[in-house]
């Protein structure tokens, strides 16, 4: 959430509310063209709203189809409800070109001068801020670079990727952004997205170099001149509601920007006169962040709330908090963004036959795989088992739960140093794990007879008080006999898939709605017995996620307690994160996501059928660890223990190593706690090597990661590090590093042999600034 130079921002806890800086993710590519000449105008003495209308090339705002505003290439624009000549984003205001011809350009790799020539044609114009208006068509776009030059020839970077003008949960992105209706017959909403672009307050700017994607439309720019003025160094840009700490407490999140060429802090924020809603410590020039503070309403409605800076400066928004009930208002806890890692736990009866194809299946799709006769799982079951042995009859093993100990679990998860866990409680074989009073298809009423759930959320809040509790649930049954689901192609009842005669369902009780007389009921099971802090959906399908998400979300604020739900509990319920399965991630997502995997290298239930070289190694996984956090998201990785309930090598070294790599090199605190660097979300190349490096940001130190062995003494890092050009420090295992800028003011850092060898899966690169 920091850029350029120096220091970065931290914060201090108060008593109102806890403040943490959170990120905001941008990227972008550079093309160099012919530069364009832009006028400026003056709004006033610090805004500069630049007329681009010479530039523009595109039309996506219209008021009826004949116009020709076509923003996709597939007939779709904006619906254009006035010809303003201002708009609006929260508190920055842009020059609009809104009206019957081309309202904004498609990105080309345009240069343009930023030359300020109604400023008496003054050739030394300093920017502190400067913001785009943009969109993106089909987007995100690819991460691609904005280039700022300067009237020294030096140059700053910013690295963006626009989201989708038709992006979901706009409430959650980290963004700000305005909502427009599409066309005049779309019941949709598209939306405008106002990015900042990193401009060094301290150097006077010549032009701007735009990418060339021709999904990549600007509507316009806005730059604020660099004060030095103590009335007007720091800018309030934009707040917004996040959610509720409890019943009366609401969280807001205010954009700060230091259009200054100097250090600003401390400053005390206030909200609603409150004396002290958070501390600013130290903002660097150029810089932006966000920060958070907590404010006592009982409102559930909107409400104007004015943020104020110390003495410099305020500004009044208004905020709709709706209620701690409201679905469409919810946003993952701020615990949940700063956990960064967790332990996914899938066991179950899948894990009695434990097999599935090494690297091609999931063993836990057991039941499934076995009914499709191409299928290898097909030929296995009927070699081993018999024709006749149905899924059911795996209940009765006697190695099941034989040897399960929650705290040996738990133990385990505490080793990693996960800071929470999800417990599958029921998988799509519909076995419930818990003392469900819906069905009899439980492990209470067969098998082991034992409330599985209830032992280990018991004992983690008893014993590991400190470990967040999740709960994992599926909403479909494969083959329940009442579940009907054409878009999933999953209906019961059973079948014996070599004779295709149907099959008893195991402790089935006869019911007409799957969904109102067994999934919601169970959820609320769930939620009610064990008030989980993530309750982890699967698959969707049909549902009504709605009526236990109100309820559970306004029990958890009464409680005080800040909850959370995935995006897996079924189309128009509350999503606070995506998750990402088995898959990498190369660029960061819009908003908070997870990465979820397991040990094995494809299944997250125990499959005997893997070989110990097959699992992943402690490096990959701490590696792919640092890369989820660097962009934005969590890592939930997954163990599977066996039919007995014990966690079998390698899983249990995997997770053991993982945790004494983050007792060591400074790592937890260059993981847990922070966020992603919003001038390289996705990191940069190394200039001299070409290995890829990745940043975190926490309050008080800012942290540079290479995952390979250096193989130079040098790294040349082209991104604009915060780092103060005469009284920073850099060090890596201890040691200090000498360090110096080079002349575009990138960061050089000379690195000894001994330093190189120190460090083990990961250098990490720690740099502080003094306060």
Known sequence: MKLSFPLLPSFNHNPKGKTTAISLVFAILFVTTTTNAITTTKDNDAIITYNIQDQLNHRAFGIRDEDGADFDGQGHYFLQKNTSSTMSIDAISFKSFIGDSKDNMVAKGQTLALDDDADNNNNNTALGALYLLT????GPTTPSKVRVLYKDNTHSDVRISVPDWQAQHLHQLRYLKQRFPISASDTRDGALYALPVFVDPRKSVRSITLPADDHLHVFAMTGYRSSSSSSSNLKVFAARSAGWASNNQAIVEVLVHNISPKYQGPVDISINDHEKSATLKQLAPGHMTTVRGVITTTTSSKMDVTIALGDCCQETFTLDFGSPSQVNQHQAPEWLQNAKFGIFI???????PAWAPVGKEYSEWYWWQMNHENDPTYAYHNKTYGADFAYDDFINSTQLASHLDPRAWLDLVDAAHARYFVFTTKHHDGFALWDTKVTDRSFVKMGPKR????????????????????LYFSLPEWYHPQ??????????PPMNPYTQKEIPYTGYRKIDDFVHELQVPQAKELLQQHQPDIFWCDIGGIHDSLEWQKEYFSAAASRGQQVAVNDRCGDGSASDFTTVEYKTVDTAPDRFWEATRGIDPYSFGYNQATPKDKYATTEELIKELITTVARGGNFLLNMGPDASGKVLEPMNTRLREMGEWLDRYEAQEAIFNTTTFWAAPDGVDDMDDGHRLYFTVADTAFYIFTLEKPSTTTLVIDAPIPIHPTLGKVSCAGQQISWSLDDQGRLVLEISDHVINASQYAWIFKVTNPN
């Open 346 to 352: 899938h066991w179950g009866l899948y894990s009695v």
């Open 483 to 492: 579940y009907k689901d054409d878009s999933l192609g999953w209906h019961g």
């Open 451 to 470: 409330d599985i759930v209830k032992d280990l959320m018991t004992t983690a809040a008893s014993s590991y008080p400190h470990l967040k509790r999740g």
């Open 135 to 138: 969109s993106a068509s089909f």
